[in-house]
């Protein structure tokens, strides 16, 4: 899955790259290094001909981004939250998760048939502070406003803050209603804070009924470089995800579920799993991101 997610960010990825993240990984699991594999040359060609991979050349250069403007926006944020504690500051950004969207890899010992694709959306929006203290209950976007297993109920029932519109994506009145809840908020906690966005269109608000947020966008074409969450938390939140949603089907093919409904999820299933698997980005994760950034 890291690797999936390097060839989607443009990252070249060696064999000791390879390596490296594995120890990094068994590290941060907690794996005693007696226990570790030895990674052989011979762990690595089994590696790459399990997953398809393939040395491949890169060409051109749309991965680039000019350094000088990348570090001369880098000065100017450092400016603006050296004047925020770091619990003070905050960033908000927003994903498509396909909650439905079953494994397409397998390890198996010949060609096996893949499930249909399932490209049911949610939209998540995320919330997190700099010292990774605040992490907030993510706002999540569907199609239909009372889904069919929801029971008739609100979605704040199952402690669900959910909206809805037909394509499932964030709209300025609902960034509206969000950003003055966060605002009250603060003014019963007496802050006044900092909020980093993307200069999307739908983060349109009316400044005048904001008191205690100041807003800041990030330029076009530098957010995957200088936005925190950008640089490995919504990738941790979508592993996480990924493996809580593995394992329930593990759990359902215990039950004597037939195989062709072991990946079978509704709405508020896809919801609680994702609540979990957020609840599980550490505050170190998001700490590291931050660092990561360069915006501090």
């Given amino acids: 899955m890291w690797l999936v997610q390097a060839e989607d960010n443009s990252i070249a990825v060696t064999g000791d790259i390879l390596r490296a993240k594995w120890r990094w990984f068994a590290t941060e699991e907690g794996i005693e290094p007696a226990d570790w594999l030895k990674l052989s040359d011979g762990w690595l060609s089994a590696f790459k001909k399990r997953h398809g991979l393939k040395g491949q050349r890169l060409h051109g250069e749309a991965a680039s981004v000019n350094q000088a403007e990348l570090e001369k926006e880098r000065t100017a944020l450092k400016q603006i939250t050296d004047h925020y504690a770091l619990r003070d500051i905050f960033n908000m950004d927003e994903t498509g998760l396909f909650g439905k969207m079953p494994p397409n890899r397998t390890l198996a010992t010949k060609q096996l048939s893949g499930r249909k694709k399932e490209k049911h959306r949610l939209s998540y929006a995320f919330t997190i502070n700099a010292d990774g203290s605040e992490k907030l209950a993510p706002l999540v976007i569907g199609r239909f406003a009372n889904p069919r297993c929801f029971q008739g109920k609100k979605a704040k029932e199952y402690g669900h803050t959910y909206y809805w519109n037909l394509k499932s994506w964030m709209k300025s009145n609902i960034f509206q209603e969000y950003i003055e809840d966060l605002d009250c908020r603060m003014r019963r906690e007496n ?21 205690n947020i100041r807003v800041h966008f990030f330029p076009p074409n530098m957010t995957s470089h200088i936005q925190p969450l950008d640089q490995g938390i919504i990738q941790c939140f979508k592993m996480h995800y990924r493996r809580l949603f593995s394992e329930r089907a593990i759990l359902r093919q215990l039950t004597d579920i037939p195989p062709q409904e072991l990946y079978n999820i509704n709405v508020l299933e896809i919801m609680d799993l994702a609540k979990e698997a957020w609840s599980e980005v550490t505050s170190t994760t998001i700490k590291n991101c931050w660092r990561k950034a360069g915006i501090l």
């Fill in 191 to 211: 802050r006044n804070i900092l909020l980093l966005l993307d200069n999307f269109a739908g983060h349109k608000y009316d400044k005048d009924r904001i008191t």
